[in-house]
């Protein structure tokens, strides 16, 4: 069983920066490709960014590419958002997802592919 809790989220204004975090327990972070996605009202989820896992491979979303920069600290279990620039229509409840496939050789933007989910963390930007 794996468990993911985001954290970071939060109130900020137009252009403002934040950094959202994801600590997973378990043993096997290193072995799995993580993602973020985001699920905005009255709106489906969506993806947002996706991060080997080695870390040597991001793959993000039309919207957030050039702003956004997803990481990850195999030491520590972590996968981590820094969010620049941001936009009122950024403004979601972030989730953090772990990969199905151990070791996989390709980073996935399907949320079919993600087995594992935090509970998310909200993300207000204000205009």
């Known amino acids: 069983q794996v468990q993911l809790v985001e954290s970071g989220g939060g109130l900020v204004q137009a252009g403002d920066s934040l950094r959202l975090s994801c600590a997973a327990s378990?043993?096997?972070?290193?072995?799995?490709?993580m993602a973020w996605f985001r699920q905005a009202p009255g709106k489906e989820r969506e993806f947002v960014a996706a991060?080997?896992?080695?870390?040597?491979?991001?793959y993000y979303a039309d919207s957030v590419k050039g702003r956004f920069t997803i990481s990850r600290d195999n030491a520590k279990n972590t996968v981590y958002l820094q969010m620049n620039s941001l936009k009122p229509e950024d403004t979601a409840v972030y989730y953090c997802a772990k990969d199905s496939s151990r070791l996989g050789l390709r980073v996935e933007k399907s949320a079919r592919q993600y087995d594992y989910w935090g509970q998310g963390t909200q993300v207000t930007v204000s205009s």
């Open positions: 991060i080997s896992w080695s870390g040597s491979s991001t």
């Open positions: 378990g043993r096997t972070f290193s072995m799995y490709a």
